[in-house]
């Protein structure tokens, strides 16, 4: 009797994984997938399917489903030589787009993406690096990484997922740091885990799940992969059709060689980010350098701030240029225009020096929920990060200041989200907003459906207003709106 339930208890175990070492859990994820020997023979496989990917932070509201963009094609993964290549036709989220072609190849060492047929270059090295990872991390490339490097892999705590408990083994091999989460059923890999630094999120655990694993000669593959991030939905994959070992043509992989010899072959390190303030008008200025800007409005006392955008490097990038050039004029306000991720990732170092926030009070919610990010792969490490997190809402309209630095806001209808802010400066006749229209450099038009909802806005409030400095852009004479606004 003893040594049945012995035995029963050690099939459990084992079935469970709850008794198995970390190199145990990945042989058998191996060994589901179809033998060891028979994923090392894989030296490239060809998915045809299709993908959304969800507009994650540009909801129409903070807590609104985001939009899904939908594409379709074939990613070829060559193992063998260290090359891949991704064609995709994608069909964009909202309507009045064009779709779009791409071509994004690895090869020798490079990406080089083509956008119906026109080459680019990777300038930073960053496409790369996410090609190259996205070539080690495959399922069945993982996890003969992981055997080969089972010295490394340490137990992780068992995660719940679909009301399931899944074991896990802690992978660190290069630059690769990952949670792999095994059924206990099939032995199958089932979840990916990556916990990374986010602007808005804090700690982002990127969650890759594999689904319906299904034969492809001798090996099994997922057919569906679903992404999330802290639970909100990020992407999904699905795959029609695998192909292995089944040979590959290197036309698939050619780049015009101009364009290739412009690619980096490392990522390179972000230049330090460079803030240029320019004068719109005395006591106002526009704060730029790079893809956003930020109004700097001064007041007596100190100075109002619209738009804390992308990340708290880019906003410490804007107080240290502050403090030097008002080195007695403390920032005491941040408006915060709208939610989306890009215009609101500055929030949290905003907020971590004990500066308020203004938002709208549909938004306010979403933006106290930054403050409050639990922050650990990136430690906010200010005294200030352990004060009380201070946003202000308002409804239609407000006034901050009065005299020559006094700021009007107000709330600004746009098919562009819900709930955005506009900032209107009487001194100056300045309005700054961002993402109604976002002026290209000449001779690009301006938009005229943007165009003509910053006119009505202007007119409908009665303002007198002589230019436009937005988020993005250069800063345009509302002459110029109005001109691109009519019929």
Known sequence: MRRVLSAGLLTLLATSGGAQSPRALVERGLRAMGGVEAVRRINSVIYDGSQVTYGLGQEETPYAPARGTIAFGRSIYDYANKRRVTLLETRPALAGGANSKQRIVLANGVVVQETNGAAAADATGTALAAAQRAMRTQPDRLLISALENAASLTVAPSRVWRHERYAGVHYAVGPDTLDL????????????????????LGDRVNLYAYERWMPAGDVLFPRQVDVTANGIPTQQFTV???????????????????????????????APIAVTLTELSPGVWHATGGTHNTLVVEQAKGLI????????????????????????????????????WDHAGGIHEVLARGIPVLAQEGNAEFFRTIGAAKKTVAPDTRAGAKRAVTVRTMRDTMTVGDGAGQVKLYAIRTVHVIGLLAAYVPSAQVVFTSDVVNPQPLPAPLPAAGSRELVDFGTSHGLAIKSYAGGHGRVVAWDELVKAARP
């Open 181 to 200: 989460h095994f059924d206990s059923a099939s032995g199958l890999l089932t979840l990916v885990a990556q916990t990374v630094d986010d602007p808005i």
């Open 240 to 270: 029609h059709s695998v192909e292995v070992n089944s040979g590959v043509s290197d036309t698939l992989f050619t780049v015009p060689a101009d364009v290739a010899a412009r690619s980096l072959r490392v990522a390179v390190p972000a």
């Open 305 to 340: 701030l619209v738009e804390a955008p992308q990340s708290a490097a880019r906003m410490k990038a804007v107080f240290d240029t502050l403090a030097q050039r008002f080195p007695k004029k403390p920032v005491q306000l941040v408006v915060a225009t709208h939610h989306h």
